[in-house]
């Protein structure tokens, strides 16, 4: 699923929808993403495996390697200058969650296409030791450009316990999060 910008979310369904139009518009004998016309309807193709965690940390930093340079010469012509902040999972901050952070995470797993958790999809990148290793390549590779960086997950866990509900779902923020991160990119980002 990695194309020049990388995956996206619900890229799955997006690709098997464009499958599905390019079947109805196929001509005989042609075939697309390794699948012929006559490939029987409903069959899927064979899972891709993951790859090991060193090697998506590395493709990962090195796409954002890549954006931040645009950014960064899109920002020279004005004089500005860029930050890049790694947002937090709600794995990167701490071992355990506020109540209502267990209870929504349930609830999203009961939800989950075919009752698979995010950690069973997302696997290793969901461990705080994956945050802490591609917080580092991200780190690294904004040190080649001249740009910022800051790691805000070990900041909001020293600002917090496990009574702040942070969380909605494992990636985005309650307000009360979001408050806390702005209160910590002012003070943070105002130092340097």
């Known amino acids: 699923m990695q194309g020049d910008h ?16 390019r079947a109805r518009h196929r001509k005989a004998g042609r075939r697309w993403w390794g699948r012929n016309q006559e490939d029987e309807p409903g069959t899927d193709p064979e899972p891709v495996p993951q790859a090991p965690l060193p090697e998506l940390i590395t493709r990962a930093a090195a796409l954002a390697g890549r954006h931040l340079d645009g950014w960064r010469q899109l920002a020279a012509v004005t004089g500005a200058r860029i930050t890049c902040v790694l947002s937090p999972m709600a794995y990167w901050v701490r071992d355990r969650h506020a109540e209502q952070e267990t209870l929504l995470f349930r609830e999203l797993d009961k939800l989950a296409a075919l009752g698979v958790t995010l950690e069973e999809q997302f696997g290793e990148i969901t461990t705080m030791d994956a945050g802490h290793q591609y917080a580092e390549a991200l780190r690294v590779e904004c040190e080649k450009q001249d740009v910022r960086f800051l790691n805000i997950s070990p900041e909001l866990a020293k600002v917090t316990t496990t009574d702040d509900w942070l ?24 130092l340097t």
């Open 6 to 21: 990388g995956a996206f979310f619900f890229c799955s369904e997006y690709y098997e929808l464009m499958e599905a139009l």
């Open 167 to 190: 969380f909605v779902d494992r990636g985005h923020f309650t307000d009360h999060g979001h408050a806390l991160i702005a209160e910590l990119l002012a003070d943070r980002l105002s």
